[in-house]
RNA sequence: GGCCCCAUCGUCUAGCCUGGCCUAGGACACCGGAUUUUCAGUCCGAUAACGGGGGUUCAAAUCCCCCUGGGGUCACCA
């Protein structure tokens, strides 16, 4: 059995689709499974100045993933290099083999009127063919065309006088065919020596004798024409495995970066929007309007766990059997395979992502949490170094418990960490529970009173005192616990009433009560 | 429009290949109840799907055909 090789070649175009993730992850899990080998090779055919920078994203989310390539960018092994733009001999050598065969021709027509035939073709609601004019030029009809300047581009020569088939047994969608009388000739080179995506990527699979084609469901009408160019060049065919792409959440459109207005409208996606408006500016993120939910790294930057992301990513077109959802990266590997991918496209939720990271954030231990959480509160502002070993923290990443499911959630609870005469109120809150209340701000006040005679300390201790007042007063504790809330920490909702007091101390409770009743609403 | 693909709860999916165990299972979301000072959580519970029509068969979500619907792709992009 031959070894099992997998890619990923994804082009330098500065982010990571997070569609383009999990074609990525599906690669890796297939050859993990297999113990084969995982190659990164990257589609720079465009020759992008910027390489660099345009490349770099995408090797960090590999990283952050922790999905590690065998060969590829700074891992040379034996089919390199991994570069498309450093592989020009390889194309160019075998396509003077194809023009040798007859296989291929040089095509002397003008862009403009291929684009012309294959309109008009359109409108008459016919299939184009290109034409073949020039397929029998004569070898001194070619030399004297081009050394007269003429633009020429070659093309594949489709096998049409036959009435075969192509056919191509895909892992997961099983018997496909085309018939290659209705297909163009693709251009394989441009005039300039530069090869063209489909013609490249058949080379380069096969020289990096890769054993699984496993890619996205888009590339399923580029694959006769890849098929028919291994033959011609004859090279072994390898697996093609063609799985669902991603849609946007709430249908079955292919998920796009070119659609972000429109996904910014959609109620399933504005979860994540909002998130990155709430917490991108307060980090001083430099690219904070470019980071957007289609990006890999918008789930990096905002807090999510690698094994959140990668435990929705898998479930998306695949399952292990009827019952299990959480599962480890390892586990995913062990159990994964191709013939457990669907066929149908698949929707991204956001809340099914969101119910998984809550699942592996609760694995994490309370050093995890707070190691997490620092950058977030550092760049915030909100903490300095002296403060980020404080066991007041661990205390306040306690009592947020299970609230606490992105990294960036500490940015929330912002009252913990703001000077007492900072803290802001919110003002639906503060009117519903403080204004509006006949008895809310004197009860504040007597409450102030009564902590100042009080030495609470500990999270018991200040539901001992609290209760304590509500009895002296004759009153219900929901009388008072809510303005409370409000005063103290200037929300309607958050942790523990108790454990919220216990960690800011008595002396800034009393503060904030006294600030709150001063306090007016715009 | 040509070519190709797809079709089970709102969503992700199991079941389909190898018909009967499917009165269609799980998860997320939603709704209700319990717990709680609030929110979250937790625990209980509920609602919810085989796109339609023909076949084949004793029996069809499962096999076949048609229709409908959705989507992908049609570059000298990747």
Known sequence: MKPIRTRFAPSPTGYMHIGGMRTALFN????????????????????????????????????????????????????????????????SHACEELLKQGKAFRDFTLPEQSKAERESAEKEKRNYLNNRNDQHLSEEDIQSRISNGDKYVIRFLVPRDTDEKIVIDDAVRGRVEFDPTQMPDPVI????????????????????????????????????????????LGYERPVFAHIPYVAAPGGKEKLSKRKLDKYRKSPQFKKLFDAADFVFPLINLENTGELDPVMVEYYEKIGYLPAGLLNALSRLGWSLDDQTEIMSLDTIAKNFSLERVIKSAAGFDPDKLLSFQAHWMGELSAEQKQAGCIPYLKQAGLINDEQEQSNQLEQIIAAIGERFVLFSDILKFNEFFVADEELEFDPKAFKKRIVKPEQAKSLLDALAEHLQNSQAESTEDFDQVVHDFVEKQEIQIGQIIHALRVAVTGKGAGVGMFDAMAILGTESCIKRIRIAIAHNLE
């Open 28 to 91: 890796w899990l297939f050859a993990k499974h297999h113990g084969g080998v995982f190659v990164l090779r990257i589609d720079d055919t465009d020759r992008a100045r910027n390489m660099d920078q345009a490349l770099r994203p995408i090797l960090q989310s590999f990283r952050w993933l922790g999905l590690d390539w065998d060969e590829g960018p700074g891992v040379e092994g034996d089919f390199g290099p991994y570069f498309q733009s450093q592989r020009d001999e390889l194309y």
């Open 189 to 232: 080179m441009r005039g300039d020596g530069t090869p063209l995506y489909n013609f490249a990527c058949v080379i380069d699979d096969a020289k990096m004798q890769i054993s699984h084609v496993i890619r996205a469901e888009e590339h399923l009408s580029n694959t006769p024409i890849q098929a028919m160019l291994y033959d011609a």
